[in-house]
């Protein structure tokens, strides 16, 4: 409703701007007119309070004058009477006197020329020589009277004048002797409270301020706070003796009108508002501008109306020809009907949809267009519907006139007459068989994956839900699978390759798949497949087997041929002993508990997993702090030792982790972790700047520790630029290249990434010894040794636990020892434990040895003794 208004007066304020235009050039000349009478309001309310103020300075002046010269004559009478000699008491009489009929005066006091009073109405004693018209009255002997600056108190020698808020002016008259010498001095104090009493009725009826000045710019009265600028004021009575003028004082607009006395050196002053003067007529404007508000209200209303009126008159006019037009033109096809169903009308998009013109349909019935997929009470209802007078709305397959058939969306709405009787209908309709289509797919795309076409996570665990919502207590079962080391594959080799890996194996599942298996994959790595129906533990172990062996077909990508393994994790249930999510959840915790004992296999879920999956969390939030903090993370150093001098080769640097708690996390763990979650790069970077720093110390101090052999895990190389950032911090610490090797697993050399092999090359070029690590556990082929042109094999701890016992590892290690001196590589055996492995070690000529047979990781102090102790006898060595 409300859109229907705006709308109509849209389009009323564009068709009928010659009626809002009237209207506003009405209102511009009411409004004109007020501005007009409104400012000459205010010129003559000002130019009132002008001659209004002039008149009451004028009568304000005659008041002050003729008050001061009554004190003055007073005085003149008094001092002339006191030229005769008399006694103090006659004297003070006199003042009595004289003060009795003087209204003006508070008190009177007789001083001697050096201002020792003489004889004071108020009992005043000793000296006011602080007055300066003695100085003046002695000097200028034609001066009549001195009008002093105001004192506080209500009297000379007021003994409260210092708490007290009244104050008096000091008017003095000479008394001279008979040669015409100063023989005493007349003081009248004048009360300043006489002259507010006077200016009472002024300020308040006029509310005005009026100040009196002496001609020097001192203040004898004020009966206002607000004051123009004295110096201003005596500035215009120099050049011209009254005269008014308009300033603004604290922010309010005034009129200052300013008179000097004729008769004796004084200044009025009459301070008005001019807010009050226009008080008046701003109280009439306002009673104006509120009747002219209405008017203009009124006006636009009337306006508004008429523009409504004519916009309705005008559409009323237009709605059939829109109407008809808007029918023939719509892109819905539109038939009319009887109340029988005969044709009476079609617009050109019926033709369009269905193939058929007017002439061919006309009087015939809608069936012509009927294709048999809908059934007899489908019509039935169709017809119940719309001759009760409601809509109907619904989805009907018809067929072209050329055979095909169309999804149309149709509405068919009742016309009535006005009995209010079924008249017509009329039908719309609207192809949407392009749109079922698309939804179709839209449906389909939402619910599959798009690499692999299985179905994805959302229709995964939909289907899962429906399931137990359906099922009874038949056992069912979800297979959570992840891929192992997909990671290194995608970041190592690119994403083409980690595509093809995952196509890959989606075939290698499906060949095992049937109507009790559903597969899908779930995002990144991760399958599901859900067992409908569960025969049996045996029967789901067989065939959880057969899922972990055919994904560990080989992959064949490039020039390369590898295989791939997978952990799987697989929960049991039915609806009534779990659901669904909970299913996910403890599938998912399997696979964890398969990945962590040592991957390639699978998992069934027990209780005893949430505590896998809480200690992973924990581990992964501890070692973000572990980054963070100063303590956390150390490193320990395994010497290596020359098979055949004994001297110290070097030593491995290796990373050992501190919880807060006091807990030693084994690097097997963390570093998978850490691999897992990306936290490996920030772990680089803490081993590469604590492990030169170190080197550096050593070198300062001279320490020979021989070469030191860091390990780099294939993410690192793969993510992160690390040749450019680790000869950077060598070169940062001074650290020669001859002192590093660089330590890389097997599985490495797998990747055939180019940020692999970059980083790699540009350690090598720049000197940086390579040693591959754990050598024998991987599947690498020698071209990829060939190709990296290492400095070191190193045989993985596992093959050496087994000299003396096991012939297979004997002669794994013999057969590495013998390829790694054939390809001009030197090799290194790691975790020699005892002197049966060292002397089968040195049989084989086996480079250098590691082990705990020499010395278990130590600390840097425990590593300098290490160096110190093993010093002397390589000395003692090389001299025999």
């Known amino acids: 409703m409300l859109a229907d208004i705006v709308s109509l007066l849209k389009n009323a304020a564009f068709r009928q701007k010659w009626v809002f235009l009237a ?4 209102l511009l000349c009411f409004w004109g007119a007020l501005q007009y009478i409104a400012r000459q309001g205010d010129a003559r309310s000002l130019a009132e309070q002008d001659t209004s103020n002039a008149v009451l300075l004028h009568a304000l002046e005659d008041t002050v004058v003729r008050s001061f010269q009554s004190v003055n004559s007073s005085m003149q009478t008094l001092a002339e009477s006191l030229s005769a000699q008399a006694s103090s008491l006659d004297i003070n009489n006199v003042l009595h006197d004289q003060l009795r009929i003087s209204l003006q005066l508070r008190a009177i006091d007789l001083l001697d020329t050096d201002g020792v009073v003489i004889a004071s109405v108020t009992k005043s004693k000793g000296s006011n020589g602080a007055y300066s018209c003695l100085a003046v009255l002695k000097n200028e002997p034609l001066t009549e009277f001195v009008l002093e600056t105001p004192r506080k108190g209500r009297y000379p020698n007021d003994p409260f004048a210092a708490q007290s808020a009244h104050s008096y002016i000091p008017f003095c008259v000479p008394v001279r002797d008979a040669q015409g010498q100063l023989s005493r001095v007349l003081v009248a104090s004048i009360n300043p409270q006489y002259f507010y009493n006077l200016f009472t009725s002024v300020t308040e009826s006029f509310g005005s301020y009026i100040h009196l000045y002496r001609y020097d710019g001192e203040e004898l009265l004020a009966s206002g706070a607000v004051a123009p600028d004295s110096a201003f004021i005596l500035k215009r009575v120099k050049g011209k003796s009254w005269g008014q003028f308009r300033t603004t004082i604290t922010e309010r607009e005034y009129l200052v009108s300013y008179r000097s006395t004729s008769l004796l050196p004084l200044i009025l002053v009459l301070v008005s508002d001019e807010a009050l003067a226009l008080a008046a007529w701003r109280h009439d404007e306002r009673i104006m501008r509120l009747f002219l508000l209405v008017i203009s209200i009124i006006t636009l ?5 008429i523009a409504i009126l004519r916009e309705k008159r005008w559409q009323a006019l237009g709605d059939i020809h829109l109407l008809s037009t808007a029918i023939r033109s719509t892109a819905n096809a539109v038939f009319i009907t009887n109340k029988q169903g005969e044709i009476h009308w079609i617009n050109n998009a019926f033709t369009v949809l269905t193939g058929y013109s007017f002439a061919e349909v006309k009087g015939k019935n809608p069936r012509v267009l009927n294709s048999g997929y809908q059934q007899k009470d489908f019509y039935s209802a169709l017809w119940m519907t719309i001759l009760s007078g409601q809509s109907w709305r619904g989805e009907v397959i018809n067929r072209h006139k050329l055979g095909h058939t ?22 719309v309709q609207e192809d949407v068989t392009a749109r079922k289509k698309a939804e179709q797919k839209a449906l389909y795309i939402a619910d599959h994956d798009s690499l692999t076409d299985l179905p994805n996570r959302r229709y995964f665990e939909r289907r899962l839900h429906q399931d137990f919502a359906n099922s009874e207590q038949m056992n069912m079962a979800v297979i959570f699978i992840n891929l192992d080391r997909f990671k290194d594959v995608n970041d190592t080799m690119g994403h083409a390759a980690g595509d093809e890996l995952l196509i890959h194996t989606t075939a290698n599942l499906q060949s095992l798949m049937n109507d009790n298996y559903l597969l899908a994959r779930l995002g990144g790595d991760e399958f599901a497949i859900l067992v409908k129906e569960v025969e049996s533990q045996q029967q789901l172990t067989s065939f959880v087997s057969k899922v972990v062996m055919a994904i560990t077909k080989s992959f064949h990508f490039g020039d390369g041929v590898f295989n791939i393994t997978c952990s799987a994790g697989v929960a049991i249930g039915n609806s009534k002993t779990s659901d669904a999510s909970n299913m996910l959840r403890q599938a998912d915790m399997a696979m964890y508990r398969a990945k962590h004992a040592g991957k390639n296999t699978f998992r069934f879920f027990d209780e005893g997993m949430d505590a896998l999956v809480r200690r992973r969390v924990y581990l992964q939030q501890q070692l973000e702090i572990a980054l963070r903090s100063e303590t956390a993370l150390s490193l320990r150093y395994q010497p290596q030792i020359e098979t055949t001098t004994g001297h110290l080769y070097g030593a491995e640097a290796l990373m050992r982790w501190q919880i807060a708690d006091g807990e030693w996390v084994s690097p097997s763990e963390f570093i998978a972790l850490a691999e897992e979650t990306g936290q490996i790069l920030d772990i680089g970077v803490w081993l590469m700047k604590n492990l030169f720093q170190q080197m550096a110390e050593w070198n300062r101090r001279g320490v020979a520790f ?70 024998g556990t991987g599947y690498s082929s ?14 993985d701890r596992s093959f050496i636990i087994g000299i003396g016992g096991d012939g297979s590892d004997e002669h794994i290690v013999r057969a590495t020892i013998a390829l790694a001196h054939n390809l001009n590589l030197k090799t290194v055996a790691e975790g020699v434990d005892s002197e049966e492995q060292l002397a089968f070690l040195k049989a084989l000529s086996c480079d250098y040895i590691q082990g705990y047979l020499f010395a278990k990781p130590l600390t840097v ?9 093993r010093r002397p006898r390589d000395i003692a060595k090389d001299n025999t």
């Open 406 to 427: 169309l999804m149309v969306e149709q509405t068919i709405t009742p016309i009535f007459d006005e009995h209010n009787n079924i008249e017509h209908f009329i039908a």
């Open 782 to 795: 020698m071209s990829y040794l060939k190709a990296l042109d290492a400095n070191q094999l190193k045989i």
């Open 861 to 869: 102090e425990d590593f300098e003794r290490f160096i110190a102790e």
């Open 706 to 775: 021989g070469k030191i052999s860091m390990n780099i895990s294939a993410l690192q190389l793969a993510r992160d630029s690390l040749a450019k950032r680790l000869l950077g911090m060598m070169k940062s610490f001074s650290i020669p290249v001859a002192q590093l090797s660089v330590e890389i697993t097997e599985t490495t050399l797998m990747t055939n990434s180019d940020s692999v092999m970059d980083n790699l090359k540009q350690l090598k070029q720049a000197g940086v010894s390579l040693s591959i690590d754990d050598f």
């Open 301 to 305: 209303v009337v306006t508004l109306v």
């Open 23 to 26: 209207g506003l050039f009405l």
